[in-house]
């Protein structure tokens, strides 16, 4: 048997954490620089206000019913791994699948599934706080689905069980479900199988598994196998090997001075040398581009170059060196919303292959970044950076609706009063 934990309104149930005051009021998170809305709260989407939304397009007469909240990604980061370290204690394999789900290995346990299931929303609320709902089936797919049925249930705790792909009321629900809603079905391929008479995801697993591998995939072959009871996809099978990768922002207030850019480039560039160390991947190129307000057609200016690196790199230096220079032969007095680094030609760092004459050095940059990583997990990624990076740095994003982070920095702790 596998499990889902989902937790529910995630950021806004972070947000809600410390503030017991925004229970029931209607809260939105917003995205990097307060553009727009990326998250809401079960009473925010009661108002009709849509998934997107830029905020200053929100309705006044509903904003002023409405709380806001810029997006707090390390608290959510840090509450979120709290729960997952929750679930680890009570189940034998915990998969993390996103910053709110993470599916369960139940495999080998003896329990009665819908007590299971009660007691770990029950853990995660006592121990952290948040609310979640959990779905149990015999394999990942059909716990996907189970999760989302919990969260149908009015009552806590939300709990979905079926404990088999016999089960009527599993049959009675994917004959009422379009294929889309089935975990690693996109549009584009939902489409596909609308094409050839599939239009429910019973008929997807009624479908030949030789039809499926010759029309489509074995991942969707697999898929409709698990929604047949028997387990054979993992969380790689629908994962596909990272092409690319871009360190993007606009900043909370245009950009005229170039040092200013290189402060903002070098914290771009750590962000990436951290995305590649951790995929365990190297970069063979690197680009960098900028640009000015496009609202501002007569002075808009958007310039980008590329250039190869000596040989592939994860080192968060040698990045850095190859976009400072990139940025000198780009920059040019103007006004700059946006500046990003990108990263691309990614192989397995496994693959590496030196130079004639770099004798131990690889070994020892490696070694480097493993301790820049490990000291930045540590201690915060203020703790070691490239050059100068206080948080008022003019390319800091908006954040004018930030939360404090209350369980990561001693100097933004709850307070409490007793009376």
């Given at each position: 048997m596998f499990a889902l934990i989902d937790c529910n309104n995630f950021y806004a149930a972070c947000e809600r954490l410390f503030e017991p005051r925004l229970e029931g009021v209607p809260v939105g998170v917003l995205s990097n620089n307060d553009g727009c809305v990326i998250a809401r709260s079960e009473e925010f989407k009661a108002l009709d206000i849509p998934m997107g939304i830029p905020t200053h397009k929100i309705d006044p007469a509903l904003r002023r019913r409405v709380v806001l909240k810029s997006s707090n990604y390390t608290l959510y980061g840090d509450l979120s791994a709290r729960v997952q370290q929750v679930l680890a204690r009570q189940v034998p394999t915990l998969e993390p699948y996103s910053i709110d789900e993470c599916f369960l290995d139940l495999r080998g346990m003896q329990e009665d599934w819908n007590v299971l299931g009660a007691r770990l929303v029950r853990s995660v609320a006592r121990e952290v706080g948040l609310p979640v709902s959990i779905g149990i089936a015999p394999t990942r797919t059909l716990a996907k689905l189970a999760n989302r049925q919990a969260k149908t249930q009015p009552t806590r705790p939300q709990v979905c069980v079926w404990q088999s792909?016999?089960?009527p009321?599993?049959?009675?629900?994917?004959?009422r479900l379009s294929p889309r809603e089935v975990w690693g079905v996109g549009e584009r391929l939902n489409a596909r199988l609308a094409g050839m008479g599939v239009l429910t995801a019973a008929a997807l697993r009624e479908t030949p598994d030789s039809e499926l591998r010759r029309r489509f995939s074995v991942v969707l072959a697999r898929t409709a196998t698990e929604l047949n009871g028997h387990p054979c996809l993992s969380m790689s099978d629908l994962e596909t090997p990272r092409r690319s990768i871009?360190?993007?922002?606009?900043?909370?207030?245009?950009?005229?001075?170039?040092a200013a850019l290189a402060g903002a480039l070098r914290h771009h560039c750590q962000r990436a040398g951290e995305k590649l160390r951790r995929?365990?991947?190297?970069?063979?190129?690197i680009g960098v581009y900028m640009r000015t307000n496009p609202h501002h057609a007569g002075t808009f200016r958007h310039a980008c170059e590329w250039t190869a690196l000596p040989f592939p790199s994860a080192d968060t230096q040698q990045l850095n060196r190859a976009a400072q220079r990139l940025l000198a032969r780009l920059w040019q007095p103007a006004?700059?919303?946006k500046l990003g680094v990108m990263l691309t030609e990614l192989t397995p760092r496994q693959q590496s292959q030196t130079t004639l004459f770099d004798g131990a050095e690889p070994a020892r940059r490696e070694?480097?970044?493993?301790?820049?990583?490990?000291?930045?997990?540590?201690y915060g990624r203020q703790a070691l950076t490239l050059g100068p990076q206080p948080s008022d740095a003019p390319w800091q994003m908006n954040s004018a609706y930030r939360s404090a982070c209350y369980t990561t920095r001693w100097d933004e702790l709850p307070r409490a009063r007793a009376r």
């Open positions: 792909a016999d089960a009321e599993l049959a009675a629900h994917l004959a871009l360190c993007s922002r606009s900043f909370g207030r245009p950009l005229r001075d170039h995929d365990a991947m190297q970069a063979s190129a006004a700059y919303q070694a480097l970044m493993e301790a820049w990583d490990a000291i930045r997990a540590r």
